[in-house]
């Protein structure tokens, strides 16, 4: 499949979200991306089920929806009732990874889980065939224009290599320090999605930046028809 490009709303203009949405709308872009914090498991609080219930009203995108919170699981059948497509939650805030999965599948979403930094890939062993989706942080999880941390290409490639040998269709993401300088990098080590907040939303042309985004091709190279 060809990458996805997903915008990633926290670095938007919240004076005039509609405005920026609208763009999101007459994009390129893929998925709307979400990240919602609660200032526990992350020393940040971004915003909450009122927003996410506003922005679903203004745009048909798919909403990726990541839970940077403690307790995901009480809030799964919610975010289902707001209309968001995706819902991808933290393995470090889980007790049973596999059961919370199982929840998010029954409440009609599609299931993500993600992991920190310091968080090994081999980690993800026992649910490779289980989630939809597994969320690689580029950055330490918690606030955006974040350095890209560097060893976050070998995760990527190691869990590329998990999900190949169990024969999991499981999509990888990866938020955090996306750019325009390291997107085709990071399609050819593996990534199906990309999340970008501040390439996107700081560009003084956010929907040719996410043309762009998605025009890179595996070989690291702008496709030759988008050239």
Same mark, same amino acid.
């Given at each position: !499949? #060809? *990458? /996805? %490009?997903? $915008?990633? +709303?926290l670095a938007a203009n919240f004076g005039n979200l509609q405005h920026d949405i609208d763009m999101i #709308?007459?994009?390129a872009a893929d998925w709307l991306h979400l990240d919602i914090m609660d200032g526990v498991f992350v020393p940040n609080i971004s915003f909450g089920m009122p927003? %996410? @219930?506003a922005i679903r009203k203004l745009t048909s995108k $798919? /909403?990726?929806? *990541? /839970?940077m919170i403690i307790d995901p699981q009480r809030y799964i059948s919610r975010f289902s009732e707001l209309g968001v497509d995706r819902l991808t939650v933290h393995l470090e805030t889980c007790q049973d990874p596999a059961d919370t999965i199982e929840q998010i599948k029954d409440a009609g !979403?599609?299931?993500?889980i993600s992991i920190s930094p310091d968080t090994p890939v081999s980690s993800l062993e026992a649910i490779l065939t289980e989630a939809d989706l597994f969320l690689i942080m580029s950055v330490h999880p918690g606030f955006g224009a974040q350095g890209f941390i560097e060893s976050s290409y070998e995760k990527i490639r190691a869990l590329r290599h998990m +999900?190949?040998?169990s024969g999991s269709p499981a999509l990888i993401e990866v938020d955090g320090g996306v750019s325009l @300088? #390291?997107?085709g990098n990071l399609v050819e080590a593996g990534v199906d999605v990309l999340v970008a907040g501040n390439t996107v939303f700081s560009s003084p042309d956010p929907k040719e930046t996410i043309r762009l985004l998605k025009a890179y091709s595996s070989s690291n190279d702008l496709k030759s028809s988008d050239a």
């Open positions: !499949m #060809n *990458h /996805l %490009v997903a $915008p990633s +709303l #709308n007459q994009s927003v %996410v @219930k $798919p /909403l990726d929806t *990541h /839970l !979403m599609k299931a993500g +999900l190949t040998a @300088k #390291n997107a």
